[in-house]
């Protein structure tokens, strides 16, 4: 484990120095922190004369097209003998916003063969040991916020300009529930300052992001709420759940259902909440607790998922939306004595 200090990042730009393919990576289904964070370090780098490539595993919602680089991200389900290329050739590999290689999908085996030194950033519980650089800080509230401070720990905030400052910005707002979660510190508070100080228009960051809903995913969300969420008896748990036919009918788009999970939770009382999605071959489950629950051990132990204590994510193949629901209740179950709904 390294900390993010001035002779680790000096060391890591050394790397960059001597590198001839330098790669930046973020996991499956990229979310505001995994796009924004790969994006402003990959500004960076290249303000520092290092060129680089961001690759992402698949493709995210549009709501976070906007950003500056977005069009020269590779995405590597759409060309997989490209992305498959970029990776050989690299010597160099930052992973971005996960903390272990099975995280990137169809990505993950071109990785593990990958020869490339790596250089791990990342805010996620029980990081694996893959990278030669490790920069591990599970109490950051997001990878965005552990990229600004390796910039800083270079001594080079200056160089952040409004595009890169939104980039951080989306990253940590997104990832910390616009500055609400419990991971939010002083010093996040501080970061957003100084990137407003730097020329960062936040409303708009803001704006790109939440206030660019479709009347379809509207509709699909006043659904799911009004036809779809229930809460166990006896228990401090709510659930959503959608099968494929209901997500059809509403012309889903991949980001449709964020935040769904969160408000389910945000139920008097409810103190974790389930959000389950059919795909197309598994179904997908995200997590939500307040307070003590955690998640992470719960979808770790039952799901083959994990991520945080209070948000995590898991994933079931070869099964019906109505099984896993069922199998859901019958884990949850056993931990109705951490559970009680009060
Ligand atoms: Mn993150």
Known sequence: MHKINSENVSAVLQMCAQAKNIVITGHRSPDGDAVGSTLALSHYLRAKGFENTVILPDDYPTFLHWMKGNEEVQIFDANTDKG??????????????????SRTGNMADSLRNSEATMVMIDHH????DYAEVTFSDT????????????IEAAGDVSMIDSEMAECIYCGIMTDSGSFRFSSVEAKTHRIAAQLIENGLDHSKVHMAVYDTNLLDRLKLVGYALSEKLEVMEDLAVAIISLSKEELDKHHYRA???EGLVNQALSIDGVQCAVFIREGNNKVKMSFRSKGNFDVNEFARAHFNGGGHKNAAGGAVSAASIEEV????????????SQLELK
């Open 84 to 101: 498959e290329a970029l990776i050989a050739q690299a010597d160099l590999v930052f992973t971005l916003d996960y903390n272990d290689l």
């Open 125 to 128: 519980q029980q990081p694996s």
């Open 139 to 150: 109490t950051s509230c997001s990878t965005a916020q552990m990229v600004y401070e390796f």
């Open 255 to 257: 980001g449709d259902t």
């Open 325 to 336: 629901l069922e199998q859901f209740k019958t884990a949850i179950k056993g931990y109705s």
